[in-house]
């Protein structure tokens, strides 16, 4: 059996693609194109890093900002604190008393530092410190508190209180103002050009502490104003006693008299000396001795013994 012989085609060889040939340059080319994915990441990649250097460059550009405000910060409330040792200043009046001003700087100080709230600016109770320095100091007539605007130590002024009559007592001797409150003892207190004040005694031993009343206003307003019309008539006082269970009554005893003068202390100083002064005038001229003491209780009527 004899098969036919197929005939050949002939096809033309197949060329190698030269190295310049298009089709290779566009298949490479596609593998980077910008479009492709891994392209695509890269830029965001390289994006966000220049993001987040630009971002640490500009805080490493506000850094010096950041540590003044810091430290503007801190210096105003540090401003704000306040020191426990305030500076006290004593105003100097003549015809006052005081304490040294050792014992005024260290007891303010301990008041001050009694509380924390009084560390600051903000929460210092002021009113609450002057109220404590005068109960301390009942011979303060006035306690003054400044806060410094810039600075951190606080300023106290206290103003001493003046005295109208000593009061003497089986608890000692007192100063007293014009509203009969005790102020101090005297031995406790220094004077300031004080002049000379009414001795008064009291023999009610009634129970004596500094910043209470011992006297009730009436009574201290009155000793004060009878010492000051006897001295108007240059008559010298040598005491004044308030007897223990005469109430409204001051005796009255002159330097150089053997007699003492009863007065009420309801009854006005200038009327009661002035009604003295006429009963005296016509006992010298009718020659009428006095002993024990002449009784000027009673308006427009005078008793003698």
Do not use: C
């Not at 009694?114 to 109770?125: D, E, H, P």
């Amino acid at each position: 059996m004899k098969f036919r012989k197929q005939k050949q085609i002939n096809q033309p060889a197949r060329r190698r693609p030269s190295a310049n040939n298009k089709a290779v340059f566009s298949y490479y080319a596609r593998g980077d194109n910008a479009n492709s994915p891994s392209h695509q990441n890269t830029g965001r990649s390289e994006k966000a890093a220049d993001a987040k250097n630009a971002n640490y460059r500009f805080r490493l550009r506000m850094l010096p900002s950041y540590i003044a405000l810091f430290a503007i910060v801190v210096a105003v409330l540090y401003a704000l604190t306040l020191q426990a040792d305030p500076k006290v200043n004593v105003v100097s009046q003549s015809g006052t008393i005081h304490r040294t001003s050792g014992e005024y700087q260290k007891a303010t100080a301990t008041i001050w530092g009694n509380s924390l709230l009084n560390r600051s600016k903000l929460t210092v109770n002021s009113a609450n410190i002057q109220s404590e320095i005068k109960a301390e100091f009942s011979e303060l007539a006035a306690v003054k508190i400044e806060l410094p605007l810039l600075g951190r130590r606080p300023a106290i002024t206290l103003t001493p209180a003046r005295p109208v009559l000593q009061l003497s007592t089986i608890k000692g001797v007192f100063y007293v103002d014009d509203n009969g409150i005790v102020l101090a003892r005297v031995d406790e207190v220094s004077q300031n050009k004080l002049e000379a004040l009414p001795q008064v005694r009291d023999e009610a031993e009634l129970p004596i502490e500094p910043g209470k009343p011992v006297l009730s206003e009436t009574e201290a307003v009155y000793l004060r104003k009878l010492t000051d019309q006897f001295k108007a008539e240059n008559i010298q006082i040598e005491s004044i006693t308030l007897p223990r269970n005469a109430a409204y009554e001051a005796d009255v005893r002159m330097a150089g008299q053997p007699y003492y003068l009863k007065f009420s202390t309801l009854i006005e100083p200038r009327q009661a000396v002035g009604s003295y002064l006429a009963i005296k005038k016509k006992l010298d001229r009718d020659a009428v001795k006095v002993g024990e003491y002449i009784d000027l209780r009673v308006e427009e009527k005078v008793f003698y013994k």
